[in-house]
């Protein structure tokens, strides 16, 4: 009995003790969360990785004073390696100039920082905006950069957002702080070769045999065709079982994709707010074309992000057959340069309508 | 399941709480969950590899049994078998495919035509570590030092118990088998060490060897471009590397261990302090050392038998270890190298009565650091054995540190190597007269400096945590 209460008297000084370390833990955690260290800081970390595109976009809107005449493409990897916005700026002589800010990896998140940014913090004004709309699937993690581009706050609202990551992202967000004090005493191994420099914001991507594209099409083709068929049934509204149902839930919440689809009508509802007109993009890929639908994500987007005009808005989808070759791409998603031009000139003959 | 992951966090957490709270006093259910935890932390890596463990210890448990009941031949048959069907499933997951490849390469050589197809599978995690965990037991059975033990949960959680599944210690079936028939008491103290333990152990593992993975890995990927002095710094950070790695590994093993009130073996012991190689292998990786010590060494006759047989056991008991490590001739020499570096120091200062270790040792004399940086020297370059893909590599690697031109402007980018390694160093020399080497337990500390030293600790975990690529535990392969 002694011996007892004795082994429950230790276990709750045990936990009383453990308890006041992790409110001490936690106290500095927050306070370091908050520090706002120099926008410079953050934005040389992703400098000399393969996100340096993300460090070339702040760079180039600091040279900008106004955007009022600009096209603006916004996006992940497959806006960056697939509209060239050079040409554009070549093929276009009306005055109207174009400027790619797709940065690789798939996040509507780190997208929603880019056009805060643009929009709220620098006040600037696009022309238009391009939003980029991935083809096969919805984005679900979270970039890695994010909290290094966003600020505490936003990362905070996310929550409300349904951001199931969020912890991560303030852990992360906490190290890059902790990190600022001590990255001068750690080695630098990044590949200075990865920095992106270039005059205009396309990056292409390069050239890959057709025979190795079609290997990773026959490789992938299976699951991302049944992945199509199932975005086409919950768009058709087909009534699923309940276990469909609870593993739809759980890929909405555990996976995080119900918190990439708030922040992407969010933007979408930003941009609407500001009065900057905006088209969604659904760059080709090879499974999409194949199947002969492209339309499949145009009417899953109509069917899921209901606040959106689509009186105003146009939903941007390639029913060119020349999608359908492998000569014309890198992999199953990203255009080569030559699929890149191919687009760029389909997208420029939507823009002149 | 890795230690270093927000995932073994939670996990630990809820297991801690269904331990002591919701299973409070029910020792029998404290056990089972002790086992099913066990389970569910070896299928995060692959599910059905839970098939080997369970057959593996399905034969052990029951050749235990019988080896304690039988006499004479029988009972060495029991033995024989319990132990080469062990083996076996090592020999498959881990050797196979290097003996087909050196016969393949015998059968080039002499011009035959015929060649065996190596498997594609993947090394079941830690299966090392548990195999000669099962074999301790049957052998000490066989010897009766032990009894056989009759409860199979509790056999299974010998061999399957969360915190050293994976890698380590070995433990002893003397050492842990009773504790799991003792009646759990939370007990403060050990509990409190545990957490700092595991602190300690977190911290050298992303603090000290992710940091030092980072030079070493650029000076194995970049030995032709770079000068004799930062490979040197390279060498000495993998040496890092893998204290910091394995050592913090064993720390969070040991430290959540007390957190259920069990104590595992002490597995490392400041190795970088020892001042000869005797000296260094009574320090590093301790239960695996001890476990050849006692296992084939002394079986073998030691170092009593004197002469040839006593550099056979020697040698015996490094290309085991070497072969133990991996199925690579990389870890075959850095054992040969450790078995010649032992023999020459038997040969010039003889076997005598072991030296006390530095923290045992009443004064420390000048003559101890020389042989501490002749020892480290040696050790630094046996690990580029152990680090290289190949052999071809590590010759050159350590070639391009000796005819290099020894300093180069690229030194300065591996100085910051230093002022890791530096501090680390000096706490754990500060550090050495504590039982059990978790920081700051050798001397008594305010708890408010304590907290604000633990508080820096955490944040230089998460610092490194989320900002380097941090590496796998480097023993998890073995």
Known sequence: ?353 | MLFNSLEFLIFLIVVFFLFWVALKGRHRLQSVLLLVSSCIFYMFFIPKYILILFITILIDYFAGMKIATSEGRKRKIYLVVSIISTCLVLFVFKYYNFFITNVNSVSDIMGWNYSIEAMQIILPIGLSFHTFQSLSYVIEVYWRKQEPEKDFVIYSLYVMYFPQLVAGPIERAGNLLHQFHTKPKFNFALAAEGMHQILWGMFKKLVIADNCAVYANYAFSHYNELSGASLAIGASAFAFQIYGDFSGYSDIALGTSKLFGVRLMRNFNLPYFATSIPEFWRRWHISLSTWFRDYVYIPLGGSRVGGFKFYRNVFAIFILSGIWHGANWTFILWGLIHAVVYIIYYMIWGGGKKKPLAEEAEKWEIKNLFGGIITFIVVTIAWVFFRAADVQEAFAYLGSTFSHSFFGSDVKKFLPAALLILPFLVLEWFNRKSHNGVIFSGYPMKPVYRMIVELIMALLIVDSFYTLDHEQFIYFQF
């Open chain 1, 1 to 353: 009995m002694n011996n007892s209460s004795t082994s429950s008297s230790e276990l709750k000084l045990f936990l009383r003790k453990s308890l006041v370390r992790m409110i001490a833990f936690l106290a500095v955690a927050i306070a370091v969360f908050f520090i706002r260290l120099p926008r410079e800081y953050y934005f040389s970390i992703p400098e000399k990785s393969s996100f340096s595109k993300i460090t070339w976009n702040e760079n180039r809107l600091n040279t900008i004073d106004n955007l009022d005449n600009t096209v603006v493409f916004v996006g992940s990897s497959i806006c960056l390696n697939g509209i060239n916005d050079s040409l554009l700026n070549t093929l276009d002589s009306t005055g109207t100039t174009y400027l790619n800010l797709g940065q690789s990896h798939t996040c509507f998140a780190i997208t929603d920082v880019l056009l805060d940014n643009i929009v709220l913090d620098r006040k600037l004004h696009p022309k238009k905006v391009m939003l980029c709309f991935k083809g096969d699937a919805m984005a679900s993690l979270i970039h890695s950069m994010y909290p290094v581009t966003a600020s505490s706050q936003k990362i905070l609202q996310s929550a409300g957002d349904y951001n199931t990551f969020l912890l991560p992202q303030i852990l992360k967000r906490i190290s890059w702080n902790v990190n600022y004090l001590t990255e001068k005493v750690k080695f630098d191994d990044r590949d200075h070769l990865k920095i992106f420099k270039s005059n205009y914001g396309f990056e292409p991507q390069r050239y890959r045999d057709s025979s190795e594209v079609e290997v990773i099409y026959q490789r992938l083709k299976v699951g991302s065709e049944a992945n199509f068929r199932s975005i086409e049934q919950t768009t058709q509204g087909v009534q699923h079982g309940i276990k469909t149902k609870l593993f739809l839930t759980k890929v909405d919440y555990m996976e995080n994709v119900k918190y990439q689809r708030t922040v992407f009508e969010r933007s979408a509802r930003m941009l609407d707010e500001h009065g900057i007109d905006y088209d969604i993009i659904l760059y080709p890929n090879m499974i999409s074309a194949r199947m002969n639908k492209p339309h499949l994500m145009a009417d899953y987007i109509k069917h899921t992000f209901k606040g959106i005009d689509y009186s105003k808005h146009d939903i941007i989808f390639m029913t060119d057959t020349a999608f359908t070759d492998a000569r014309n791409y890198a992999d199953m998603n990203h255009l080569n340069p030559t699929g890149a031009e191919l687009l760029t000139r389909k997208v420029y003959e939507h823009i002149k309508q």
